[in-house]
Nanobody, 115 residues
Framework: QVQLVESGGGLVQPGGSLRLSCAAS????????LAWHRQAPGKQRELVAT???????NYADSVKGRFTISRDNAKNTVYLQMNSLKPEDTAGYYC?????????WGQGTQVTVSS
């Protein structure tokens, strides 16, 4: 069993930066593909970024060049560095880890971009 706990959300001004963290319990962290999703009120959930066990990354077009996903297998943690934040980045951000039929989610952390 894997538990994922996000942290690092908050209120930031447009153009600012935040780094989200997702700490995982369990022993299979290095096997997981990890992802960050977000969901704003009244909108569908959006896949923001993924990183495979081998370190390959992929990003939604809306965040390319601004967000960076990374992982530290020694710390069982995945990060989302968010730069040049825009009001439209405001959402709940959720960490997700999966491997074969296993699929784990965190409880989410709120990011609000507003002046």
């Amino acid at each position: 069993q894997v538990q994922l706990v996000e942290s690092g959300g908050g209120l930031v001004q447009p153009g600012g930066s935040l780094r989200l963290s997702c700490a995982a319990s369990g022993t299979i962290f290095n096997k997981l593909t990890l992802a960050w999703h977000r969901q704003a009120p009244g909108k569908q959930r959006e896949l923001v970024a993924t990183i495979t066990s081998g370190g390959n990354t992929n990003y939604a077009d809306s965040v390319k060049g601004r967000f960076t996903i990374s992982r530290d297998n020694a710390k069982n943690t995945v990060y989302l560095q968010m730069n040049s934040l825009k009001p439209e980045d405001t959402a709940g951000y959720y960490c997700n880890g999966y491997w074969w039929t296993l699929d784990y989610w965190g409880q989410g952390t709120q990011v609000t971009v507003s002046s």
